[in-house]
């Protein structure tokens, strides 16, 4: 299993940016595919979840209407588009994947790509 984030950048508040995430080993079928973040200093939280099945999404509190995340089945590959950006969206951000509902559910997913840095100027 091999995770690969990409799209993180520097930007300042109010732009928009895209990170995403693909599978390129291919080696399993998720059930559920996730994006945590992690700030300097501050507990790793989850962001935003989608069902690969039926792309039922789930979204953390702070940033719904601003954020969406989708998946590409045909390109393995779930992204995450941020909106309105505020500086308190910066983080490193990471995908996961979870091989069973229960795992969405309780947030422990069950594979972890490396993260990407998103900086967000005020």
């Known amino acids: 299993v091999q995770l690969q984030a990409s799209g993180g950048g520097l930007v300042q508040a109010g732009d928009s940016l895209r990170v995403s995430c693909v599978d390129s080993g291919r080696t399993f079928s998720a059930y559920g595919m996730g994006w945590f973040r992690q700030a300097p200093g501050k507990e790793r939280e989850f962001v935003a979840a989608?069902?690969?099945?039926?792309?039922?999404?789930a979204y953390a509190d702070s940033v719904k209407g601003r954020f969406t995340i989708s998946r590409d089945s045909a390109r393995n590959t779930v992204s995450l588009q941020m909106n309105s950006l505020k500086p308190e969206d910066t983080a490193v951000y990471y995908c996961?994947?979870?091989?069973?509902?229960?795992?969405?559910?309780?947030?422990?997913?069950?594979?972890w790509g490396q993260g990407t840095l998103v900086t967000v100027s005020s």
């Open positions: 989608i069902i690969w099945s039926n792309g039922a999404t």
């Open positions: 996961a994947a979870a091989l069973t509902p229960k795992s969405v559910i309780t947030r422990h997913y069950d594979y």
